[in-house]
């Protein structure tokens, strides 16, 4: 465990089942069903920065999509236990977010990374960074002083992430992301071409009409939504937050080997 160097797919898809990342996942079926119910209840907190309006109403349509994009069970009967993330899904998003920072190192564009989940994915985001900067991408440095009401908005290794007495914060908010946008515009300075990133730094940024691709977990079905309705470009499947952030370093080769920047 780690892999050495750059796995092949079917490595990696064996990797991610071992370590969790994806096939049976810590994420309870339960906790999946509530959160999706409250997404379909209006609770804002689950819409991760979009504005999903009275279109998904019915919890067993988001539970539709989530089986389709991410490969949990699709039996709504199926209430309590153990839920799935199909790894080959994990891979083929893997797969077409690569095709868009290839794009975005052809044209050397713009590019801010964010994390709502720093103690699992900040170090993927940083490394993405790195292989990008080197590719001659302008790695977006955000404007200073911002704040939310959940904390400050920093940057950290490339990468924007919310601060709460000293430490990095665990966010769904969309807010920091809308604050660093906002503050871009209100600076006279051209918007990122493009947004990697997770949780509501994603969201929010895809619904401002930001390119945006990003990663998500079982139980957080609002992006998967949001790839599905063209809001945000590729949303990734994946266990978020698992029990060490170096379990992401194989998965994080793949994604630059096949955007051909390793």
Request: hydrophobic share 40%; aromatic share 6%; glycine share 10%.
């Amino acid at each position: 465990m780690p892999i050495p160097g750059t796995p092949s797919r079917a490595e990696l898809v064996d990797h991610l089942v071992r370590t969790r990342i994806a096939g049976d996942v810590a994420t309870p079926r339960e906790n999946n069903l509530s959160h999706y119910r409250k997404l379909a209840n209006n609770d804002r907190h689950y819409w991760l920065g979009l504005e999903l309006g009275a279109r998904w109403t019915d919890e067993q349509d988001v539970l539709a999509v989530m089986a389709e994009r991410v490969g949990v069970n699709d039996d709504p009967e199926h209430r309590y236990g153990q839920d799935t993330i199909d790894p080959e899904l994990t891979v083929a998003g893997l797969e077409r977010m690569a095709g868009r920072l290839r794009k975005a190192a052809d044209g050397q564009q713009r590019v801010l990374f964010a994390t709502g989940h720093p103690g699992g994915l900040l170090d993927v985001h940083r490394a993405t960074a790195s292989a990008l900067r080197a590719a001659g991408c302008e790695i977006v440095v955000i404007p200073e002083g911002l704040t939310t009401e959940e904390g400050y908005v920093m940057q950290f290794a490339d990468v924007a992430v919310l601060e709460h007495g000293a430490t990095l914060w665990h966010t769904h908010s969309g807010e920091p992301m809308k604050a660093i946008l906002t503050a871009m515009e209100r600076e006279g300075r051209p918007l990122p071409d493009l947004v990697v990133a997770d949780h509501g730094w994603a969201g929010y940024a895809g619904q401002h009409g930001v390119d945006s691709v990003g990663y998500a977990d079982c139980n957080d079905p609002a992006l998967f939504i949001a790839e599905a309705e063209g809001t945000v470009q590729v949303t990734v499947p994946l266990d978020d937050h698992v029990i060490s952030p170096r379990h992401y370093d194989p998965m994080t080769a793949y994604l630059l080997a096949e955007a051909g920047l390793s």
